[in-house]
């Protein structure tokens, strides 16, 4: 009898010490977060586009420096890596992503962004941290100042890594190209978080397995013969072309696709003729194509052209152009780290504040990281507060999404939780024992 009481005291205590410790970490972070929303609207009004990240790459050196981890910029063009030292044990990278977007900001907020720039085609744009990457990095830095000022709850090695240009899919395989695991310690697993537009503060997501989609730009130029709009028949009409394949294309999805298999293939735009009375020689279309699946991606390349081809000769055209670009790998988070990771999550923010979530059709370059062999693992991070999405269900609004100029994250409470989850995430990973 004594000894099943001995078993269960000690049981409780281990309880009651990790939830000290767990609820220390929210306690921390209530503490540093007028410093910490200080960070964060400083970066929210100075964005910066993709691959320009100078100032924001600059100010999360300067941050992770101060904690005294070892700094390396530069990586990856505008990359930033952050190495915290903690005697034997595995090493566990903490991803942040540094860019904004081509927005102009619409909200009220005090520090809302005023910034304009021009665009790599020379347009005039302005610059917005419309998709929380704002967020993202002072999530980074407060986890990163909890875990070098509390050595004494974890060992092993923490990976800080500031990444540029993941907006335009290309920041990830900049920095691995650039040595991430061959100059730095190669990580057994890495973590990252992302805002998600509607879900309540307090709140965080997860999903094992596919999150986020394959993303590919299509380019495609149907070819024609240009002449009078009077005389169609004299001509081979690139826009009639282009036409019959835009209905076409849905047919990949709808016809030659298994239902049971996310696709999505969107023409979202284009671009034919000059003038009323012109048939001009070409017509361009720009398409999005999302899958999940490396078999069903290849399959829908494969119809594209197939499908183009056809169009044109169908209308006894020149072959079109085709040409991919901007590929993102789909985003599958390692099962076996979740199954880790979601217990710690439900154990500092309590059960009903953690929940499964469905896949996305949007795309993240974070995968890039898990098809280079490390274990990844995303999740979703409440960022509107539930008045905020009360109120906008009432009036029969849904919240603005990410990228949308209206979009603000309620940044004390997302933060917190932001702060709160990541940080025990890497203490359970990195356990003294």
């Known amino acids: 009898m004594h000894r099943v009481l001995l078993f269960v005291a000690v049981v409780f205590f281990s309880m009651s010490s990790a939830f000290g410790a767990d609820n220390r970490i929210t306690d921390w972070s209530k503490q540093q977060m007028e410093e910490l929303l200080g960070i964060y609207s400083d970066f929210h009004s100075n964005p910066e586009l993709s691959f320009r990240e100078e100032w924001t790459a600059a100010r999360l050196a300067e941050q992770l420096k101060k904690i005294g981890a070892e700094v390396t910029t530069g990586v990856g063009r505008q990359g930033v890596v952050g190495v915290i030292k903690n005697g034997e044990g595995p ?33 005039d744009v302005g610059v917005m941290h419309a998709c929380g990457h704002d967020i993202h990095i002072t999530c ?42 061959t100059r730095f310690p190669k990580p057994a ?23 986020l989609a394959n993303v590919d730009s299509v380019d495609i130029v149907m070819k024609g013969k240009g002449g009078h709009g009077a005389f169609p028949h004299t001509t081979i009409d690139p826009i009639v072309q282009a036409a019959h394949l835009v209905v076409d294309l849905q047919t990949l999805v709808s016809r030659e696709n298994s239902p049971f298999e996310p696709a999505v293939v969107t023409v979202g735009s284009i671009h034919g003729g000059t003038k009323h009375n012109i048939i001009g020689d070409n017509c361009r279309l720009q398409l999005t194509v999302r899958s999940y699946s490396p078999e069903v991606r290849e399959k829908l390349i494969e119809g594209i052209k197939r499908k183009a081809k056809a169009a044109a000769a169908s209308a006894g055209a020149a072959e079109p152009t085709i040409e991919l670009s901007d590929w993102t790998p789909a985003t599958k988070n390692d099962a076996d780290l ?6 710690t999550f439900r154990r500092v923010l309590g059960e009903d504040n953690v929940i499964p979530v469905e896949p996305s059709m949007g795309g993240e370059d974070f995968s890039q990281y898990g098809l280079a062999g490390v274990p990844i693992f995303m999740f979703r991070l409440g960022s509107v507060n539930a008045n905020r999405l009360q109120e906008m269900k009432k009036e029969g609004k849904t919240p603005p999404s990410l990228h949308s100029p209206f979009y603000y994250p309620d940044a004390r409470e997302t933060i917190t939780t932001g702060v709160t989850a990541m940080t025990a995430a890497v203490i359970d990973l990195l356990k003294k024992n």
């Not at 697993?189 to 999150?211: E, R």
């Open 91 to 123: 090493v566990i990278m903490i991803r942040t992503d540094l860019d904004a977007l081509p927005v102009i900001e619409a909200t009220d907020l005090s520090y809302a962004s005023k910034v304009k720039t021009k665009d790599p085609k020379g347009n």
């Open 140 to 181: 980074q830095i407060g986890t990163a100042r909890y875990l070098a000022s509390h050595k004494d709850e974890w060992r092993g090695t923490v990976l800080l890594v500031g990444q540029p240009a993941e907006e335009v899919g290309g920041g990830a395989e900049a920095m691995l190209k650039a040595g991430l695991f």
């Open 189 to 211: 697993y890495a973590l990252a978080l992302h805002v998600d537009a509607a879900l309540a503060t307090g709140k965080v997501g997860f999903k094992a397995g596919y999150i």
């Open 338 to 343: 979740v199954e880790r990771v979601v217990p």
